[in-house]
């Protein structure tokens, strides 16, 4: 797996990971929401510098302009429903992309530390030869992952694969690389060091899902 860690350099893009993480600033709802949005724009900026390119003449009121245009046709898969805002940065920059979303939560069991992850719906068209970015904000253990490249297999076979993350753990990070191809790209913001018992990213965010959505039973 190639990994960028983008907010490993300076940018304006600490700012918005500093405001997602700061307790007091998460209690704004609809803040959180246009930072994760914003972060979203920044990894796509940076993701769409890989893409392939094609010349293209362009026709203005005042004559012409070649240009280097992406032709990569995109699948943009958003994990419900945390993956929202952040679905909504990606496609800010890749409006043109056609849209999958899959339904992938946490189910613990008896409230112990111990969960499996369940999908129970999925629509996406097909992925055969074309780019598909798998956005998840929160990237903890990797299951959540793992499960949804499993569900997707039977829409075909993507040229390329990109995940894209506002906050990921390293030990996650280190269960994908092992159940992803090797030339998948990870572009993330931040990368934290640890998981809590429940599988939580430390020091992290808390529950994205909840913090842009409201708490849920």
């Known amino acids: 797996m190639i990994i960028h860690e983008i907010g490993a350099f300076n940018s304006r893009l600490t700012q918005f990971v500093k ?10 709802a609809m803040r959180f929401r246009r930072n994760i949005e914003r972060i979203g724009e920044v990894l796509s900026y940076e993701l769409s510098k890989t893409l392939s390119y094609d010349r293209e003449i362009v026709e203005t009121p005042l004559g012409s302009k070649e240009m280097l245009l992406s032709k990569d046709k995109l699948v943009l898969c958003s994990i419900l ?9 990606i496609l800010n920059y890749f409006d043109d992309a056609e849209n999958a979303f899959i339904s992938a939560y946490r189910n613990h069991y008896d409230d112990e530390d111990a969960f499996e992850v369940i999908v129970k719906y999925l629509a996406s068209p097909s992925l055969t030869d074309k780019t598909l ?15 949804v490249l499993r569900a ?17 753990a390293a030990p996650g990070i280190e269960y994908l690389e092992k159940v992803f191809p ?9 990368i934290d060091p640890e998981l809590n018992s429940r599988g939580y990213i430390l020091p992290g965010i808390g529950d994205a899902g909840d913090l842009a959505f409201g708490q849920k039973l």
């Open 182 to 190: 090797e030339n998948t790209h990870l572009w993330i913001a931040a």
């Open 19 to 28: 405001e997602i993480r700061d307790r007091e600033i998460q209690k704004d």
């Open 81 to 89: 429903r945390a993956g929202l805002p952040l679905h909504q940065g």
């Open 133 to 147: 970015i798998l956005a998840d904000p929160m990237l903890a253990t990797g299951k959540t992952l793992e499960n």
């Open 152 to 168: 997707i297999a039977g829409h075909g076979i993507p040229k390329q694969i990109h995940i894209m993350g506002v906050i990921g």
